[in-house]
C-alpha cells in the first residue's frame, strides 16, 4: 500500500469525487481528469461538485488534472469512474499516455451495447489484454459515503494479492472492503442490478406494494444468477456484498437514480422525460439491451429484464407488462 499513493481518477462524476473525498483523506496524492474540461474547471472553481454532488465540499489536496497527456504522469494506480457506454472512447482517447504496468481499480457498472462486454473487458480491448484491473463494487451510495455511514464493498479481482492491496487501500472506519476472485460475478451483479432497480422503481410508481418488490426483488436475483452462471461467474457471488447486497441497495434507496427513473414511468412519464429529468447517467436502461442479447445467446429465461426491456424500448405500457408477468405458467421456484 505504501508504494500505491499517487491515484490518478478518471470521471469526474459522484463515484469517481466520492473516491477522492475518501483518498484524500487516507494520505494519497490524488488527480482527477474529466472529459469535459470546461465542466472539470467549473468544480475546481468551487471546489464541489455541484452536478452530482452539491452541498459537499471537495479536499483542498485534490489536484485537477485536464491535460490527457499529465494525467497519468507518476500514477501508482488508475480509478476509473467513468460511464460504461463511455469507456471505449475515454480510454481510446486516453490510451497512448497510460503504462501498462500500472493496475485500474474501476467502480463502473455496466455492459457495453453492440460488444456485449463488462467494463474489464473493455479496457482490456482497448488498452491491452494484459492491463491489471481490479473491480470495486458493491452497495455504495455516494452521499452515504461522505456522510460516513457504515458501508461494505468487494474488491474484485483474479490476483488476490491485488486485490488485497485495493482492499488495504480503500478501507476506511466506515467503509470495509472485502476481497473475491470473481470478476466475473462482481461484474454482472453490479450491471445488472441497474435493470432490477428500474422495475422495482416502475413498482413504487404505481404503488404495487411490498410484497410485489419483494417477489421482485427474490426473482430478479434468480435471474441475474442464471445469466451469471451462464457466463461462468460463481454462484455464491450473487447472494455476497455485490449482489445480493448491492441489489437491495440500488432497489429501495430513495437516490438511486435507476429507482428513481423507473418509478418516473410507474408515475406516468414516458422514457424521455424520465431520462431528461435524471441528473445522471441512467445505466440501468443501456445495460438492459446488452442483456436481452445476452440472455438470448446463452438461452436463459428473464422475463423480469425482458418486460423491462418491452417497457423501454417497445413502448409496452406498464400494466401489460405487469400483466403478462403474473399470467405466465406456473412452475417451481
Known amino acids: 500500500m505504501a508504494a500505491m499513493k499517487n491515484i490518478s481518477i478518471i470521471g469526474d462524476g459522484a463515484m469517481g469525487s466520492v473516491c477522492a473525498m475518501l483518498l484524500c483523506e487516507k494520505g494519497c496524492a490524488v488527480r482527477m481528469w474529466g472529459y469535459d474540461s470546461k465542466q472539470l474547471a467549473e468544480i475546481q472553481r468551487k471546489r464541489e461538485n455541484v452536478k452530482f454532488l452539491p452541498g459537499y465540499k471537495l479536499p483542498d489536496s485534490l489536484i485537477f488534472e485536464a491535460r490527457d497527456s499529465e494525467i497519468f504522469k507518476n500514477a501508482d494506480l488508475i480509478l476509473s469512474a467513468v460511464p460504461c457506454q463511455y469507456m471505449r472512447s475515454v480510454f481510446g482517447r486516453l490510451k497512448n499516455h497510460f503504462d501498462i504496468s500500472v493496475p485500474i481499480v474501476s467502480v463502473t457498472k455496466g455492459i457495453e451495447n453492440g460488444s456485449l462486454l463488462r467494463p474489464s473487458q473493455i479496457l482490456s480491448d482497448v488498452i491491452g489484454s494484459n492491463v491489471k484491473v481490479v473491480v470495486l463494487s458493491g452497495p455504495t451510495i455516494a452521499d452515504e459515503l461522505i456522510r460516513k455511514l457504515p458501508a461494505t464493498a468487494t474488491a474484485a479481482c483474479e490476483d488476490e494479492q491485488l486485490a488485497k492491496i485495493v482492499q488495504e487501500i480503500f478501507t476506511t472506519p466506515s467503509l470495509r472492503v472485502y476481497r473475491n476472485t470473481d470478476i466475473i460475478g462482481v461484474e454482472l451483479a453490479g450491471a445488472m442490478k441497474n435493470v432490477i432497480a428500474i422495475a422495482a422503481g416502475i413498482v413504487d410508481g404505481i404503488k404495487a406494494g411490498d410484497n410485489a418488490k419483494a417477489a421482485l426483488l427474490c426473482r430478479g436475483l434468480a435471474e441475474i444468477t442464471r445469466l451469471g452462471l451462464a457466463l461462468g461467474a460463481k454462484e455464491q457471488t450473487f447472494s455476497g456484498l455485490s449482489g445480493l447486497g448491492d441489489l437491495v441497495t440500488t ?33 440501468g436502461a443501456a445495460t438492459c439491451k ?34 403478462e408477468l403474473m399470467r405466465r405458467k406456473l412452475k417451481a421456484e
Open 251 to 283: 432497489c429501495i434507496s430513495p437516490t438511486g437514480r435507476n429507482r428513481s427513473f423507473g418509478q418516473r414511468i410507474g408515475m406516468g412519464q414516458n422514457v424521455k422525460q424520465a431520462i431528461e429529468a435524471t441528473v445522471s447517467v441512467v445505466e
Open 290 to 323: 446488452s442483456v436481452v442479447e445476452l440472455a438470448k445467446q446463452h438461452h436463459i429465461d428473464m422475463p423480469i429484464t425482458e418486460a423491462v426491456h418491452e417497457i423501454l424500448f417497445c413502448g409496452k405500457a406498464v400494466s401489460a407488462a405487469i400483466e
